[in-house]
């Protein structure tokens, strides 16, 4: 018996249901197989990696830690346009933007900034939309070797700008270099 159905692309495709043998309907040739495959496995030589001794190469497109970047004269550039948080398809970026006060000037570059910036790094996904969202160029995903740190609890786990802003000392040592 068969039945004719219409793919999606339009064209015409042919199912069989045709009756199965008393052998295909055992799966012994497919059992064997199944056990053929695990055995080969268990002779391969397994790739052991010591970890805190030996690093695993990784990709050049890796994406590691998030980081606020600041200008050359050490202030944020970030200028809470929340880009970055309606590109986030994990919705992992949240903040909240204050106007800067006169006495604030060598702190943000622009009129407004975030008072609050945080992302929860148990929901990013590391896809980097942030990243290439951003007009000002202030999220920037690490390529060191700088991995999000191991934590105990789900509050560890979002990090708000007191983890996330570059440290003054490596805005000043990128403007020498």
């Keep these: 018996m068969s039945i004719e159905t219409i793919s999606l692309s339009g064209r015409k495709k042919q199912v069989s249901n045709k009756e199965m043998s008393f ?13 053929f495959i695990t055995i080969r496995h268990l002779f391969k030589r397994k790739v052991t990696i010591k970890y805190p001794e030996e690093v695993r190469p990784r990709s050049e497109v890796y994406r590691g830690q998030h980081m606020l970047m600041r200008d050359d004269q050490g202030r944020e550039r970030c200028t809470a346009c929340g880009l970055c948080a309606l590109s986030c398809p994990a919705e992992a970026i949240t903040m909240k933007a204050e106007e800067r006060k006169p006495e604030e000037k060598h702190l943000y570059r622009e009129e407004k900034y975030a008072s609050i910036y945080e992302i929860n790094m148990l929901r990013c996904i590391f ?19 700088e991995l999000v740190h191991t934590e105990y609890t789900r509050e560890d786990f979002i990090y708000g700008k007191d983890k996330l802003v570059m440290p003054l000392e490596m805005a000043i ?4 270099a």
């Excluded at 052998?23 to 056990?35: D, F, H, N, P, T």
């Excluded at 040592?173 to 020498?176: D, F």
């Design 173 to 176: 040592a990128n403007t020498k």
């Design 127 to 145: 896809c980097g939309l942030c990243e290439e969202a951003c007009p000002k160029q202030a999220i920037y995903l690490t390529k060191s070797k």
């Design 23 to 35: 052998i295909e309907r055992l799966y012994l040739v497919a059992i064997v197989k199944g056990l």
